[in-house]
């Protein structure tokens, strides 16, 4: 059956619009200077990164704190009580920020940037709660701040629009600003660099806080800013080949600031907007920057706490994804890196966390939802690259039945068959599929989802209803004049007609009702006649036949025999016997075949009858097969289980073919394979002979069988073999007697069917009374020692013990008596597990229990007394024969001393 490969990144379609790129350093060894020259361009062509040179910057330091005085100076202008309703002044000190920082800001600019942009924040849009700055204690510059702060909301709520306008613009432009990467060239040593770390940890709490209260133009710029510090990151990803190319102070600055942002609260602040997305390109800058962070360890740990997965999911079906394809590539990118993990071996995997989020109801709901969205868009490549999301999560055991609740599977079968079964049901209203090689690829990639529902209860009555089995067969014919659906190519409709057969024998058996109206058994013979794929055609005739018993399986049934496939399984079985060198396929389609046989004629009196002699002769040529081909090691021995297996189903139970198999040899042949087989055929062999053994012929049969090359081997010496083989291999003894006990001393065997180490149940072994078989019990099930008591029963211990030897008879004591002593092992585990379980019988019961012991002791002391028996019995034949021996040698001594005597 086709299935679904590991999902890889290497499947999905390449976005479709330009995201954020890892840089990618030349690995050649190079002088210093030009190394370091090539870093500058390498990111000044890429726009990712926190850093960049201090090229065409004008830096007017202040003496005490390093940074840019215009800052110093922009603070103070806000922040003091004298000068925070100086409008214009704010303006004008703001306007020359900008053009001193034209190019970018400086890293040592973090000491008053943050507290700018909350100050000019807060005369934007009134907020109550105030940001985390890099003072740890409120000093009195803070407190001053904070009142001018709260005198400025009350003032800047009298201004006219115009004016806010005018500090929004700014703010923009210092956003702006920060979406171009951070210079390091001021930090020239490393307390200045720990000095500025708890400002940019305030600058990432005020982007995320303008996510959160801005307008939408404000948002967006804060979130590309946010974005180009997530990508600086991404540059440590770099080998260490090329980090040793950076400036050691960029090196500890990238270091900082990726701590820094790692515990920060942008994760939370992303999933607002991605859960409002009313504003297109706000909702573009979230996703970029979810698709940023979704590539980081720690970011995607806290985002899949947050439910941004399912967040991304439902944002497929808004409407502003179906207007923009370059969002929905990133929001399909994103979530394979969500569900993406290495593990520890570095192998691709799924992360469970966040498949389990998929597991409610509403999660997937939303992918139902985008699953419908995708295909009425128009890009075809999104739609693919979603249905390979969907095929993921398909894959996983806790979502297949949550996928089937959900109507996710059945929109799924929906898409599956429309464009080839007419369909009028909404979902698939305006959905064009034809037959380019996206759409190719969707159509081998939703053929591939079924597989992971077929044994799930609940798929059933979906793929019953579901115009699936129906689109199938439009797959499977082979005449050169047909034209294939879609228009598809010679090479498509072949590679889709490979999934239809994989599928078919799986997918066949739940629409029984819909083959018995269409017709379609026939079709199905006749692609086995013309060859096409035989082994899928078979197991599909296999399991139709060997469903239940309704009204449309015996239909079915029926329209087969009519249709002449027993004939035709008969005449093929008959001309391609194998041997050594047939092909393991072959050996398959034959196995196939006794097995289609079997189905049909399982509880079925006249199709036994139709299987008749023919059947019969077919199969004797099966059973009397040259062992020798087992060595091949190439199938074999299934097709000779499924050719037992066969008598079994299609040869006993009827008096036609039972006597015919009597006449052709049947039980001779079986009981040569008895011999002679592998260990794993006598089972089955054992059960059919049993069966047999209730035809007093098949009975004298048994009786007069001897081996082929020893005629000294009869069926007492056969089944005498089979269970010393069978009690060897459980570890228990065929003669009674005392074992060691491990302590130096000894102690009778009680229970000789058990293994010797387990005269006493384990307590582990014991069942719990309710829910498990006892261990004895179990042991009957499928057991060789079973089936020969079974066997022998029928036959009649008293014929196998007139042909038996002395030694044979040791095991034939023991055979006899397996029954009383299974029942004495049974009562021994009663009794254990209610001594296990602390309980003490009534009285009546404790009696049962006493009886029944000592009924088992006594029935151990006649085994052990007539195995001692026939020892002596062998013992007085030995004297006998030595004694027969020595009289014949004093015969002999005296006729030659006769003899030399009358000479002399």
């Known amino acids: 059956m086709a299935t679904l490969p590991p999902l890889r990144r290497s499947q999905r379609s390449a976005p479709r619009t330009p995201t954020q790129a890892q840089p990618q350093l030349s690995k050649a060894s190079q002088a210093q200077a030009k190394a370091q020259t090539q870093t500058q361009t390498m990111r000044s062509v890429h726009g990712a990164g926190t850093l960049r040179s201090t090229a065409n910057r004008s830096p007017d330091l202040d003496k005490s704190t390093g940074s840019d005085s215009g800052l110093a100076k922009l603070l103070d202008l806000l922040t003091n009580e004298h000068t925070a309703d100086l409008v214009q002044r704010h303006l004008h000190g703001l306007d020359g920020v900008l053009r001193v920082r034209s190019e970018g800001f400086m890293a040592l600019d973090l000491h008053f940037l943050p507290r700018v942009l909350h100050s000019l924040l807060l005369r934007i849009v009134p907020i109550d709660t105030q940001p985390t700055t890099a003072d740890s204690e409120p000093d009195s510059e803070s407190k001053r701040a904070s009142a001018a702060n709260a005198a400025a909301v009350s003032s800047v709520a009298e201004k006219d629009e115009a004016m806010r306008l005018q500090y929004e613009a700014r703010v923009l432009s210092l956003l702006n600003l920060l979406c171009v990467p951070i210079c390091s060239d001021d930090l020239s040593t490393r ?13 990432v709490d005020v982007l ?23 990508n600086g990151i991404l540059l440590q990803d770099l080998t260490e080949q090329d980090k040793l190319r950076l400036d050691p102070r960029e090196r500890a600055w990238l270091e900082v600031a990726g701590t820094t942002l790692r515990e920060s609260k942008l994760p939370k602040a992303v999933s607002e907007p991605l859960s409002n997305p009313n ?25 899949s706490i947050l439910e941004v997965p399912v967040t991304l999911v439902a944002s497929l079906s808004h409407p502003l994804c179906a207007q923009d394809a370059g969002a929905c590539a990133l929001v399909i990118e994103a979530l394979w890196d969500f569900f993406e993990v290495d593990d520890a071996n570095g192998a691709e995997g799924v992360d469970s966390n966040v498949v389990s989020q998929f597991e409610p109801a509403r ?21 693919n690259d979603f249905v390979l999301v969907v095929a993921l999560l398909a894959q996983q055991p806790s979502l297949k039945v949550p996928l089937v609740m959900s109507h996710v599977f059945e929109t799924l ?20 599929l034809g037959n380019n090689g996206d759409d190719f690829e969707l159509a081998k990639l939703l053929l591939s989802c079924v597989p992971n529902f077929i044994q799930v209860v609940e798929a059933e009555p979906v793929i019953a209803a579901s115009s699936l089995v129906e689109m199938l067969f439009k797959y499977l014919h082979v005449a050169e004049d047909y034209i294939p659906p879609r228009g598809w190519s010679a090479t498509q409709y072949g590679e889709l007609q490979q999934f239809s057969l994989s599928l078919l024998p799986s997918v066949a058996p739940k629409v029984l009702e819909w083959l018995v109206a269409s017709r379609n058994i026939s079709h199905l013979i006749h692609l086995f006649n013309m060859g096409v794929a035989r082994a899928q055609v078979l197991k599909a005739l296999v399991r139709i036949a060997s469903s239940s018993h309704s009204q449309a399986a015996n239909e079915l049934r029926t329209e087969m025999l009519d249709q002449g496939l027993i004939e035709i399984a008969l005449d093929f079985l008959k001309t391609n016997l194998p041997d050594v060198h047939t092909e393991p396929s072959q050996l398959h389609i034959i196995s196939l075949l006794w097995n289609l046989c079997s189905a049909l004629c399982l509880d079925s009196l006249h199709t036994r009858e139709l299987f008749g002699e023919k059947g019969v002769k077919t199969v004797m040529l099966y059973l009397q097969v040259d062992l020798e081909i087992f060595k091949a090691n190439r199938g074999h021995e299934t097709i000779l289980l499924s050719a037992i297996d066969a008598v079994w189903n299609c040869v006993l139970n009827c008096p036609v073919t039972q006597n015919s198999f009597l006449r052709d040899g049947g039980v001779f042949a079986l009981l040569d394979l008895l011999q002679s087989c592998p260990v794993q055929f006598r089972n089955i062999l054992l059960g059919v002979l049993t069966d047999l053994a ?3 012929t098949s009975v004298q049969h048994m009786l007069e069988w001897h081996a082929r090359r020893d005629k000294s081997v009869r069926l007492s010496t056969l089944c005498i073999n089979c269970w010393s083989k069978a009690t060897f291999d459980t570890g228990a003894m065929s003669l009674l007697g005392s074992i060691e006990d491990g302590e130096g001393g000894s102690s009778d065997i009680k229970f000789p069917l058990r293994p010797i180490e387990m005269q006493k149940i384990p307590e582990s072994l014991l069942s719990d009374g309710e829910h498990e078989m006892s261990p004895a019990i179990l042991d009957v099930f499928a057991s060789v020692r079973a089936k020969l008591f079974c066997l022998l029963t029928l036959i009649g211990f008293e014929r196998i013990y007139d042909m038996a030897t002395n030694t044979e008879k040791l095991d034939l004591v023991l055979i006899e008596q397996y029954l009383n002593l299974k029942v004495g092992e049974v009562w021994d585990e009663m009794a ?12 009546y019961d404790e009696e049962c229990l006493s009886i029944a012991q000592l009924v088992h002791d006594k029935t151990v002391e006649i085994v052990l007394e007539r195995q001692q028996q026939v020892l002596l019995d062998m013992e007085d034949e030995r004297t006998f024969a030595n004694s027969q ?3 014949a040698s004093a015969m002999a001594f005296a006729e030659a001393s006769a003899t030399l005597g009358s000479s002399a």
């Open 694 to 696: 209730e035809d007093t």
């Open 279 to 303: 504003n297109a390109q706000l909702f573009v800058a979230a996703i970029q920057l979810t698709r940023s962070m979704s590539r980081i360890d720690s970011f995607r740990s806290f985002m």
């Open 885 to 887: 021996k020595l009289d």
């Open 832 to 843: 254990q597990e209610l001594a296990l379980e602390g309980i003490v019988p009534v009285d």
């Open 413 to 432: 079968l929906r898409f599956t068959t429309c464009a080839d079964v007419q369909s009028r049901h909404p979902d698939v209203r305006g959905v064009i």
């Open 191 to 203: 307390s200045i660099l720990l000095g500025v770390q708890p400002g940019l940890t305030a600058l």
């Open 208 to 230: 995320a806080e303008t996510v959160h209260r801005a307008s939408p133009p404000v948002v967006q710029t804060a979130l590309n800013a946010a974005n180009q510090l997530v």
């Open 363 to 383: 999660a997937l709901a939303h992918v139902n939802s985008a699953l419908k969205a995708t295909f009425k868009m128009k890009h075809r490549a999104i739609r």
